[in-house]
């Protein structure tokens, strides 16, 4: 991609983005926001969440 495309494009991108109403690009933001992922599994998977469920057996059993 040369370089003059990349500037169109940005420019493109940003006049469509100031164009749209506040309102639009706050729920927008706030869609965006909302569906994140955890920190944990984003950076880490599924790895963080097994652990904490095995963490919570074993304490419930230790419990009991």
Known sequence: MKTNDYV?????????????????????????????????????GVLPLGMSLMYRRYRDKKDA
């Open 8 to 44: 169109k494009y940005m420019t493109q991108q940003f006049v469509t983005y100031i164009d749209s109403p506040k309102e639009v690009r706050k729920q927008k933001r706030q869609v965006k926001k909302s569906e994140k992922e955890a920190f944990a599994n984003r950076w880490f």
